[in-house]
């Protein structure tokens, strides 16, 4: 158990919709980056935060935005899903954020859009 | 600006030893090596910064090649524990704070 939590573990639903996704860090863990994982593409790095504050962008669609909360959770929005978008989506948690930490993951959403 | 990793799948023995290989078309600072067990979520195996070093975690050791701008992964005396993906991660000199994943190797030991 890595420390960090991720809800739901399933979602499933239909194109056109919007789903939420949230990840609760490591306890004094400061940073927090979502990957996107479907079988042909490996981890694709979304975006993370550092304390409430944008720190990098991936790879992240238009139809993604994400946020980190005041009590460092954060949650990844997903909008106008597309059957495209069905992964495993990752969180994860690292101490300062820098590239050189660790980084612990979560055990992911898996998404299903139909 | 994604690493590329080789080979793509590889079945041992156990007890054989495996390398796997991650290179980049960009200068490196850094590279990440993290395994994925079936259904399971990534764990961190080591970081290598700038500098050609090598580190160790039990049985599994891994060198930067910064001039190759690669870095290999050593597995040695495989243990059915070491079956799993792994992923090479990568952040080069811009120091632009994103690690790239590679798409990973599929390492499967046999008993």
């Known amino acids: 158990d890595s420390g960090v939590t991720q809800t739901p573990k399933h979602l499933i639903t239909a194109t056109g919709q919007r789903v939420t996704l949230r990840c609760s860090p490591r306890?004094?863990?400061?940073?927090v980056y979502w990957y996107q994982q479907s079988l042909d593409q490996g981890l694709q790095f979304l975006i993370q935060y550092y304390n409430g504050e944008e720190r990098a962008k991936g790879n992240i669609l238009e139809r993604f935005s994400a946020q980190q909360f005041p009590d460092l959770h954060s949650e990844l929005n997903l909008s106008s899903l597309e059957l495209g978008d069905s992964a495993l989506y990752f969180c994860?948690?690292?101490?300062?954020?820098?590239?050189?930490?660790?980084?612990?993951f979560g055990p992911g959403t898996r998404l299903t859009v139909l | 600006q994604q690493p590329v990793q080789s080979p793509q799948a590889v079945i041992l023995r156990e007890g054989e030893d495996a390398v796997i290989n991650c290179s980049s078309s960009k200068a490196l600072y850094s590279v990440h090596w993290y395994r994925q067990k079936h259904g399971e979520a990534p764990v961190f195996l080591m970081i290598l910064l700038k500098g050609g070093e090598q580190k160790g975690h039990e049985k599994i050791s891994a060198s930067f090649n910064e001039k190759k701008q690669q870095s290999s992964l050593y597995l040695t005396a495989s243990q059915l524990s070491y079956s799993g993906t792994y992923f090479c991660?990568?952040?080069?000199?811009?120091?632009?704070?994103?690690?790239?994943f590679g798409k990973g190797t599929r390492l499967h030991i046999l008993p």
């Open positions: 994860a948690s690292s101490v300062e954020g820098l590239p050189y930490n660790e980084q612990f």
């Open positions: 306890s004094g863990d400061l940073s």
């Open positions: 991660g990568t952040e080069t000199v811009d120091r632009d704070d994103k690690i790239i």
